[in-house]
């Protein structure tokens, strides 16, 4: 019954000579109908409905645009000479300059002196990169001296960047999310 109904509107558009396109969505819709002739004939007992389409069909909806993801790029601290934190777990943050958004990067285990840490981060942003080596083992950033906090400025990013650096007692305030 419903399609029946519908039918009817799409015949009853397309006989005024409208390209609407009936069924569609947002995802870009089918074709209209088109125009046509609907005839109903009723006896005592039975109603009977035909409908002879002879018209073009309308055009269908087109569907919404997709945004589009910046483009990331990645993003590594290696640090070397940080034996006094071997065995300690290193965690880098970084911070957006434009719209101050903490973003966790990833965490390393100091080994042999050194360690590593790879992220990812959107590009054509400039970020500040803090890292820290948590002494007290409890998975958040507390100011120097309790664990060692260090804070390194980057411009905006258009490639992929790598940060080398050195131990070193320059302490920086914690960044947290």
Not at 28 to 56: E, F, I, L, V
Not at 78 to 87: L, V
Not at 158 to 173: G, K, Q, R, S, W
Request: hydrophobic share 30%; glycine share 18%; proline share 2%.
């Amino acid at each position: 019954m419903r399609t029946t109904i519908w039918l009817a509107v799409c015949v009853a558009v397309g006989s005024l000579g409208l390209a609407a396109g009936c069924g569609g969505d947002d995802d870009g819709g089918s074709g209209g109908s088109g125009g046509g002739t609907t005839t109903t004939t009723t006896t005592t007992t039975t109603t009977t409905t035909t409908d002879t389409n002879t018209g073009g069909g309308g055009q269908g909806g087109q569907g919404g645009e997709g945004g589009s993801a910046a483009e990331q790029f990645s993003v590594r601290l290696a640090g070397t000479d940080f034996g006094p934190h071997n065995g300690q777990t290193i965690y880098l943050r970084a911070q957006s300059q434009e719209d101050s958004m903490v973003v966790e990067l990833g965490n390393a285990v100091v080994a042999n002196d050194e360690f590593s840490i790879d992220g990812d981060l959107e590009g054509g942003k400039s970020y500040t990169l803090l890292y820290f080596a948590d002494q007290n083992a409890n998975g958040a950033c507390d100011e120097a001296p309790t664990d060692h906090v260090w804070q390194i400025d980057i411009g905006a990013l258009t490639a992929d960047h790598v940060e080398d650096v050195v131990h070193n007692t320059n302490f920086a305030a914690c960044i947290n999310p």
